[in-house]
Each structure stands twice: as C-alpha cells, then as structure tokens.
C-alpha cells in the first residue's frame, strides 16, 4: 500500500490517483474518486480541494508555507491570491459539512495546517425502516425539501453551473474574430469578451481569452497606454489562472507579459512549466515556438509550432509561422506547398501572404512574386499600395540583377522606412540579399538596438499602428534571406549586444541556422 508520501509526481506535485484513502478525524477523504465519506454522507469535491489536503495532510500536523502549498498542488505555477484562499475555503467548507471533523488553521505570515478534530463523531444514524413505516406524505416532503437546502449549503462552493448560452457564444465570436488577428479584429474581441466576463464573471476560458485579446491590441495602442494595456492582460490572466490554474491562454498572457527583446529565458521557462502542467495548452505551446525561433533554435520551434498546429491551435498566425520555421530550415518546396495550402484556406492573410512572398522573392520565383504583389484581387486588405509596388521592385531586380532596377527596389525601400519603423525592418533581408551588408548592418541596429532616429509608427501615420522595440523579434534574421550576414563577424557582435550570445551562454544552447553556417 502507497504511503501519503508517496502520492507525488517527481516535482513534489500531488498525484491524486496514486494516493490512499486518509482518515480525517471522523471523515474519510478518498483522493482517487474525490470523495469526502461521513457516516452515509458523501460529498464530491474539486481536484484542487482534494489536492489541498493530501498536502496538508503529508505535513502530520506540520505547518506548510504557502509556496510549498502551491508546489504540490499547482507544480510551481504562477497563481492568484483568489486561487489559493478559495482552495483553502472550499476544503474548510467541507471540513464543516464533514461534521467539524477537520479544518484548516492559517498561521500568520508562516503557512497553514490541518487540524483534525478528534471530539467530533459520526453522524447520527438514520431511523430504522421499522420506524417510519407509514410516515406523513407532508413530513416526506419537508424532509426531501430540508434535505436539498443541507446539500446545497455543503455543495454551493463545490459546484459551479456552466456558462449560460450567451456568455459562450460571445466568447466564440470573439475567438473567431481573434483568428483573423488584425487590430479591429481584436478589439471587437475585446468587446465580446468584456460583456462575457461581465454576465458571467467566473468564466476562466472567457478571462483567459480577454486576456489574449489585450495581448493582442498591443501594436494598435501608443507608447504611452502600453502600461495600462500590459497591467489588464495581467489581471484577466490572474483571474482566468484563479480560476483555472491550468487555463491555456491565461498562461499564455502572463508568459508573454515577460517575453520581449532581449528576454527570452524568462518566458522559456514559464512556457515550460505550463505544458509540464497542461501539455495540451496550444497557445502557450504556440507562443513558446516563437520565443525559441528568436533564440535561433529553429527546428525545435517548428516542432513546437506544428504539434500546436496540429492539434488544436490552427490559426493563420500559427500556419504562417509554421511555413516559415520550414523555409528557415531550408526545405524551400516544402515550405511553399504549406503556405500555398494556408493561402486557399486563409485568403488575404498578411500572416500567410507576406512569407509566401518573400520565398519567391528570395528563392528563386521572382516572377510569381511579382505576379503575387500585383494581384490586387489576391492581395491582403488595409496596406498601402506603395508597399506592394515596392516589392514588385524587388521581385523585378532579383530576376533582372540589373544595377538599376536594384536601385529602384532599395530606393523605394529607404523611403517607406522614412515613414514606419516595421519598413526598416523589412529593408534588412532586402539589403542583405543584394548583397549591401553594411547598410544591412546600419538597419540591424537600427532596428534593434536604437542607434539612430526611427519613425514613431509600424508602417504609417494613416495606419495607425506601432511597434515598440520590446516586441521586435529576431527569428527573422535567422530565415534565408538573411543567410549573408550571419558569417560577418558583425552579426556576432549584434549578438551580444542584443543578448541573445547571453541567453545562449547561460542555456548552454545554440541557434541551429548559425552552427551550420559557422
């Protein structure tokens, strides 16, 4: 037979399946069937009530500390305050359901501690059948009545009705709109999921999604509201996590609330630890794949990319990055048939459209490029027409390889990065596949480290959006178009001046596409 202390995964987390049957006083608490027994009563509660007290119950009436409390029952994870003090209320609740058999005692600024009552008895038992042979209709339903008010109070904190119809539909709507990721698109999302919350304010999977959809308003909003935005995605994750500990997109949001340039560990680590949780969370394991992109670890991104593709997380987004992670580990056919099959499936996708166009332009198809940027019934909607005559610029130089036409490409080129930070960082695969590496280089740093004036805006004062430099990702730099700077000794010293040779240091790992190229 399994001792208590043996009930735990190899993290300390409690196993309720593997552990025994524990005596609480005159209760018994089953963990394998989250059943608490009292006499002929039976309560059912929730895994984490269950959970709460085997661990406490390990201690043999040791105080536990709050954060070795939330190792065993939460594996380490981040949660709420709400979290932990409703755990803790429900399994007192049931502890005075289980006629004061057990409770909890809180020790002030130290930890908590079961306390078994040993006075407290077995409920008294039932009448015999021979003793209420022909009982009054009416004492039979008082009885049934009294009896459903007594379950209700033991049960009220144990059970929680579903969302109504409304509040589900408002958070598929909102889900449905957040797959298409563009800022209006969001913050309808954003709209649908506030009403949701609002009719229905314990709705984990609709805080969960509120609080991917502040995420995703980021490059809509101005410097200057960033921190009010980032401190809302917190507090709907913190609330979604609260109430579901394991909820994918509120794990999600609060490892993207440490993911940024030159921050990679961080996330890393947190994304790990919630799929070690919950290894079905596809937006934890999407936005894991891309921390590990922008660390250069491309094939391990794409199989983190693909496994949330595949199994429940198919946005255009996801699809986009997916064919790009394989072009980046330079299976260019294989990539394009990808893409080209998201593009059916997604017309009009800047997720989709824009990496479809740089293979051809870059891998040997300037032509279809060309054919791709001026197909205005094909192309994505709400950019600006110069940026797809630029790139039929582009197309037409690599095909030409005239030193005119690669003039005209770049010219038009340094005059939309005049105008939108997110054109700068566009130039750089452009600069670098026509070999012009030190003004590669200039826009590198530019881009990445601030060494110079930028535009305030992504791409222009009439489209509205922004890209702080936090957000800007480096996973591009590691895709073929790029594949020139990687051998220059300045691509090392970028390295290190943006941290990512510090992230590779302290991991002890190494980006796959630069240990080829090396």
């Not at 509120?210 to 509201?225: H, I, K, Q, V, W």
């Not at 670890?297 to 064919?323: C, S, W």
């Amino acid at each position: 037979m399994k001792r208590v202390s043996d009930a735990v995964d190899s993290t300390g987390r409690v196993v309720l399946a593997e552990a025994e049957p524990l005596g609480l006083g005159s209760a018994t608490l089953r963990p394998a069937t989250r059943e608490l027994l009292w006499g002929d009563e039976r309560i059912i509660l929730e895994p984490r009530v269950v959970q709460t007290l085997v661990a406490l119950a390990q201690a043999n009436g040791e105080v536990v500390s709050r954060d070795a409390l939330i190792e065993r029952c939460w594996g380490g994870l981040h949660v709420g305050e709400d979290a932990i003090n409703r755990a803790l209320s429900m399994a007192r609740k049931a502890g005075r359901s289980a006629g004061e058999a057990f409770t909890i005692e809180t020790i002030p600024r130290v930890g908590y501690r079961l306390v078994i009552n040993k006075a407290a008895g077995a409920p008294v038992p039932s009448p015999a059948p021979a003793d209420r042979a022909h009982p009054d209709r009416r004492v039979l339903i008082a009885a049934g009545v009294a009896g459903l008010v007594v379950s209700a109070g033991a049960a009220a904190a144990l059970w929680r009705p579903g969302p109504s119809r409304e509040a589900r539909d408002l958070d598929r709507r909102a889900r449905a709109s957040m797959a298409i990721a563009s800022a209006g698109h969001y913050a309808q999302a954003t709209a649908f999921l506030e009403e949701a919350v609002r009719l229905e304010p314990d709705y984990a999977e609709a805080w969960g999604a509120l609080s991917m959809a502040y995420f995703g308003l980021r490059n809509a909003t101005p410097p200057d509201a960033l921190e009010a935005l980032a401190g809302r995605q917190r507090a709907a994750a913190e609330r979604a996590l609260a109430l579901d500990p394991r909820n994918p997109d509120g794990n999600a949001a609060m490892g993207l609330l440490l993911y940024r340039l030159g921050s990679w560990e961080a996330p890393a680590r947190y994304f790990r630890a919630a799929l070690e949780a919950n290894p079905n969370a596809g937006p934890v394991r999407a936005h894991y794949a891309r921390v590990l992109a922008d660390v250069g670890r491309i094939r391990a991104a794409y199989e983190m990319a693909k496994t949330a593709f595949d199994r429940n997380e198919r946005t255009p987004r996801l699809a986009g990055l997916v064919g790009e992670l394989i072009w980046s580990l330079g299976d260019t056919s294989r990539a394009l048939v990808w893409l080209q099959d998201a593009d059916r499936r997604w017309p009009r996708h800047t997720a989709i459209w824009f990496p479809l166009l740089f293979m051809h332009a870059f891998a040997g198809r300037p032509q279809q490029a060309e054919a791709m940027a001026e197909d205005a019934t094909r192309r994505p909607l709400g950019v600006e027409l110069r940026n797809f005559e630029a790139w039929v610029l582009v197309a037409r130089a690599q095909a030409s390889k005239a030193a005119g036409d690669r003039d005209l490409a770049l010219a038009a080129h340094r005059a939309m990065a005049q105008e939108g930070a997110a054109h700068i960082g566009n130039m750089i695969g452009v600069l670098a596949s026509f070999g012009e590496l030190d003004e590669a280089f200039q826009k590198l740093r530019l881009f990445y480290l601030g060494e110079g004036p930028e535009p305030s805006v992504a791409y222009s004062a009439a489209q509205g959006a922004y890209l702080p430099r936090e957000r800007r990702m480096t996973r591009y730099l590691f895709r073929p178009d790029c594949a020139a700077l990687l051998p220059d000794p300045r691509f090392a010293r970028f390295c290190i001046d943006v941290g990512l040779d510090a992230y590779w240091r302290s991991t002890n790992e190494r980006p796959d596409v630069r240990l080829q190229r090396s």
